[in-house]
């Protein structure tokens, strides 16, 4: 490794001198960040806070990320859950105990060894507390330490997905124990991960290089994290070289950064999708022909190139082509004639009027909003586009106060991440009011089938049932985009968006 | 102190009043019944509305505005982090604005409807309606990008590295001052005309006054009055916090505060932003008004 550095550094050097052929080089170093072999990345924005089982924030967990480790984690390429502070796992016969074994050469930021105390200490925290993630502790009656390398979680029912929910991101952190009393986790952060929390104030978030890191110390000193909101802003700082990273690419400018030899740009698809949902209690939307003539009238692709320029793929069903779990299942094809024909069927009065929600906190879904609209009305139906700041978004939405709404679904592991609360009959987030005894009863059975395959089919067949009654009605998969210098290596890029520099290398 | 506590008063229902619930947004999309009840009870939102306020009016009589639904962290804390920075480009936009306003003001009422004098109409037109974030975005594209002279954003505390935060100053005081400047002009320019118009500027000019004399002593004075009026209100108006251009150029000011406190119903930090700005406002008319005395006598009696 050593050996090639010189000729790296050369190749940077003719870079370096290219980028400043424009004017002069400014000094870029006086943000407080570290020394030349600290990473500096422009996240979009401010982490609320750094308490890994109290926050929701994205931006929290890009930083906490690098800070903290989970029992399993996703593999980065096909997400499917792979050893990390757990060494290996193994389920009952019966499917209602999982015994995990762990690693015993790990130590904690503070210098405490980790061990089995530390996973119970943490899972019961979520779980007494009630915070942010007890929902997924939900079939969990116990975590107990057999010896301080053994960790046995004992379930309600079989749950095939619990490596995903105890590790799917950092929200389910490990932490000492006794943390929560000891320190204040909302400023500090007592990790087992690559590097550890320096200081954060209102323009930058800094991590150091944890020596001692049990998958070995990173090659970069640390990393900085920089508040860019302005995407603009963020690409001229990654130009200039201010900045080494971004994920703040807007979709319309990824055509022109192909081409820029200064940016290394990265578009793949990620595990969000994005949908559109109508109220079951409200008329004439409780009315399935109606749902299936505005699915069938609505032109997929035409909504995902106005809304994601391209950086997505229509879908009309929730799960990306490529995972093991999707389906191909795809009955409308954009046709406003029939659209119209299944209207004219229903015998409902035209023209119908539908307010549809969207939020400026997503403004992709503004755009499509509008596309919807424009295509809904040939067929009859008159769409209010209604633009609402997230907050009464979310009131509007948990009191039913719509006629329809379009959101995404971020991060999502499991089937059953995508597909479980929002379809079940009561389910948390099926805010639609969607009931099919049929769904239920495939739902329940796939939410506690052990065998992959079988699995797969319980869920393909509720899909089906799901897209024909227009539960939700999908839309698309959006790519995670994202950019950085050419000469920055060992990144990559992940489909549930989570930013890991543990690998990365600068020249 | 009897306007503070109206002001109180009318800045804790008003918060409250805004639809949308901090619990719901503080535990995103997925989460259960349990932990939205366990949540709503820790930030004490669970308490009735008139206890909620006299615990908050408490703290604030002792200088405690609570702690942020969002961080933990205490208000005072959060504002005192981002006062620096919104200080600095207060003042920095208004010395911009001045610098501008005061020439091109006067120059354009010596010469009313000369070409000089249109050409300031165009200049403050173009100031007052070209919108601020394209102008910041153009600057940044142009001034960082192109030309590679300036940093694209950041603030960098002056006791840290001066250059550094002067480079990094330039941008976001030339697009705010640029907009308050191309105010203040117009002001500046009626004044001055006004002044020149009077009886006592005549008297000047029939005793025999130098022309010099006759304005820096007769004319810009009496235009002076004016000029610190809206002076301080954009002042004012520049300290609560430039959104849009913190948010173009990164810097940590307290408009992007309030705008994070009222996207999350950060209650307690929206009410500590609000209740500093009504502050910043009764203190900047007190000093208008002092100044008022010290440059007309005939005020103070």
Known sequence: MRAIRPLALAATGALALSACGGGESVDTGGGGGGGDNTLVAAVSAQPDQFDPHVTSAYASFQVLENVYDT???????????????????????????????????????????????????????????????????????????VDPQTVEITVSQPTPNLPALIGGFKGTAIIPEGAAEEYDLQTEAVGTGPFTLGSSDASTTELAAYEDYWGGAPSIDGVEFRYVTEPAAALTALETGEVQWTDNVPPQQIEALQGNADVELASIPSVDYWYMSMNYAREPFGNPAVRQAIATAIDREAVTEAARFGAAQANQTAIPEGNFFASDYAPFDADQEAARRLLEQSGVPLPIEMGLMVTDEYPETVTAAQVIASQLQPIGIDVEVQTVDFATWLDRQSEGDFDAFMLGWLGNLDPFDYYHSQHITGGVNNYQGYSNPEVDRLLQAASSETDREARKDLYDEAVRMIVDDVSYLYLYNPNVVQAWEPDLSGYTIRPDRAINFEDVELP | MVVLAGVSVVVFALVHLVPGDPVRLALGTRFSQESYDAL???????????????????????????????????????????????????????????????????????????????????????????????????????FAGTLGWLPSGGYVPLSEDPLAWLQRLIMPAVVTGVVSGSVITRFVRSSVLEALGSDHVRTAQAKGLATRQVFTWHVLRNALLPLVTVTGVQLAYLLSGVVVVEIVFSWPGLGQLALQAVQARDYPVLQGAILLFAVVFLVINLVVDLLYTAIDPRIRR
């Open chain 1, 71 to 145: 029992l399993v984690v996703p593999n980065p390429e096909d997400l499917t859950m792979e050893p990390s502070l757990a060494t290996d796992w193994e389920t009952s016969e019966d499917g209602l105990t999982w015994t995990f074994n762990l690693r015993d050469d790990v130590t904690f930021h503070d210098g405490s060894e980790f061990d089995a105390a530390d996973v119970v200490y943490s899972f019961n925290r979520i779980i007494d507390e009630e915070l942010q993630n007890a929902y997924r502790f939900e079939n969990v009656e116990s975590v107990e330490a």
């Open chain 2, 40 to 142: 709503r009870e820790r930030s004490g939102l669970d308490q009735p509305l008139i206890e909620q306020f006299f615990t908050w009016l408490g703290g604030a009589v002792t200088g405690d505005l609570g702690v942020s639904f969002r961080s933990g962290d205490t208000v005072t804390s959060l504002i005192a982090e981002r006062l620096p920075a919104t200080l600095t480009l207060a003042f920095a936009s208004i010395l911009v604005a001045l610098l501008i306003a005061i020439p091109l003001g006067t120059v354009s009422a010596l010469r009313p409807r000369s070409v000089v004098d249109r050409v300031a109409t165009v200049i403050s037109q173009f100031g007052i309606s070209v919108p601020d974030f394209w102008m910041g975005i153009v600057l940044i594209l142009v």
